[in-house]
């Protein structure tokens, strides 16, 4: 009787990456070295696998903080073959993430009653104020508001905000 033993040899994509802006993490393409008798398995923890090409796999990953697996493993006539794993850090943004609606309808339909600011950072938010069309401030606070825009008329409005060292402005539109 004779026996055939294949050794099936690690792939090359044991490694790791960092990213440290989490909003524009590009769409990444990752190889192993092909062989035509190999079935080629890709798995991620997280994200979305775009493309597989057999030993090649187009990978968007997250945009949150966290460390995610990319494995691939391959089998060779039945037999559970090779198998290689990259991990991938994606650190806490820098950049801040807020959400200003453009506009509110405190019209008392339970829907969109309140102006508040949303996203990862809102809660850091130092000092926010409203501005009539006038300039006159109509609404302060040190931190996040939920402005419902009592005894205003229907107009634009102006939220000046500041959160880690950075101000912004935008308009909001009260509709009633």
Not at 5 to 32: G, K, M, R
Not at 43 to 57: D, P, R, T
Request: proline share 3%; hydrophobic share 35%; charged share 20%.
């Amino acid at each position: 009787m004779r026996w055939l033993v294949y050794i099936l040899l690690p792939f090359s994509l044991f490694s790791q990456e960092t990213y440290d802006n989490c909003i524009d993490i590009p769409l990444q393409t990752y190889q192993v070295s092909y062989d035509a008798n190999k079935l080629y398995y890709w798995q991620i923890s997280a994200g979305e696998i775009a493309e597989i090409s057999s030993n090649s796999a187009t990978i968007q990953w997250p945009d949150s903080a966290g460390t995610y697996i990319l494995s691939v493993w391959t089998t060779r006539f039945g037999c559970e073959g090779d198998t290689s794993y990259h991990l991938v850090n994606i650190n806490n943004c820098a950049n801040i993430q807020l959400y200003f609606p453009s506009s509110f309808t405190p019209n008392k339909d339970g829907i969109n009653e309140v102006y508040e600011i949303k996203g990862r950072d809102a809660s850091e938010i130092e000092y926010m104020s409203i501005y009539n069309r006038w300039g006159q401030r109509i609404a302060e606070s040190d931190g996040n508001i939920a402005w419902d825009g009592k005894n205003c008329q229907s107009g634009v409005y102006i939220v000046n905000i500041f959160v880690k060292n950075n101000r912004f402005i935008r308009t909001i539109t009260l509709i009633k």
